[in-house]
């Protein structure tokens, strides 16, 4: 089955800024039905949905991560990338990369996820 | 919009039936989905729109609800199915559940 792929590294300095990248199989980062997001999941805690791009580049943060998060799309690499600015230990955590529908113009429900990338925040 | 799921963990054996609790802290109409979470895996989108399946997923799973109280039910549970399931809501922004782990009993 088709599957996202996240990468960047694996460790990340207090105060650093946390980039990631994940790589969309075949062609349907341009097509006009999805989103594409980030969700992480800190260690031993549920899920948190971060931000949302959809391929023209409008993006869709969270509120609750005050504008740390920065999201961009390449579509000509099939890629769209994660920076978290002003990293803490607490934004140690499985990263994920996900699709979701576009319902009327609105954020869906993600239907294709990748296995998720564990990133700690550590001097 | 804050989802509380319950239990926090449900022990079982296979064969048996499985009820998960969701609820949101204001109504989110039907926009309500499940997801099934292996560890090291992909999470699986199950059901959307509370009660509609998804591709490729068996009848076994079914949900139901709407405004602020949701239910998913696993009629009689495979040894696959031992897993963390999530809820969440699209009506305001995204958020998730804490979960449910479904462990065997």
């Known amino acids: 089955q088709l599957q996202l792929r996240e990468s960047g590294p694996g460790l990340v300095k207090p105060s650093e800024t946390l980039s990631l990248i994940c790589t969309v199989p075949g062609d349907s980062i341009n097509r006009s039905n999805y989103y594409w997001g980030w969700i992480r999941q800190p260690p031993g805690k549920g899920l948190e949905w971060m931000g949302s791009?959809?391929?023209?580049?409008?993006?869709y943060d969270n509120p609750s991560l005050k504008s740390r998060v920065a999201i961009s799309v390449d579509t000509s690499r099939k890629q769209f990338s994660l920076k978290l600015s002003s990293v803490t230990a607490a934004d140690t955590a499985v990263y994920y990369c996900?699709?979701?529908?576009?319902?009327?113009?609105?954020?869906?429900?993600?239907?294709?996820w990748g296995r998720g990338t564990l990133v700690t925040v550590s001097a | 919009i804050v989802l509380t799921q319950s239990p926090a963990t449900l022990s079982l054996s296979p064969g048996q039936r499985a009820t998960l609790s969701c609820r949101a802290s204001q109504s989110v109409g039907t926009y309500l989905a499940w997801y099934q979470h292996k560890p090291g895996q992909a999470p699986r989108l199950l059901i959307y729109?509370?009660?509609n399946r998804a591709t490729g997923i068996p009848p076994r799973f079914s949900g139901s609800g709407s405004g602020t109280d949701f239910t998913l039910i696993i009629s009689s549970l495979e040894p696959e199915d031992f897993a963390v399931y999530y809820c969440?809501?699209?009506?305001?922004?995204?958020?998730f559940g804490g979960g449910t782990k479904v462990e065997i009993k």
């Open positions: 969440q809501q699209r009506s305001n922004w995204l958020t």
């Open positions: 996900a699709r979701h529908f576009r319902v009327a113009g609105s954020l869906g429900d993600f239907d294709l």
């Open positions: 791009i959809y391929y023209s580049g409008t993006t």
């Open positions: 729109e509370a009660s």
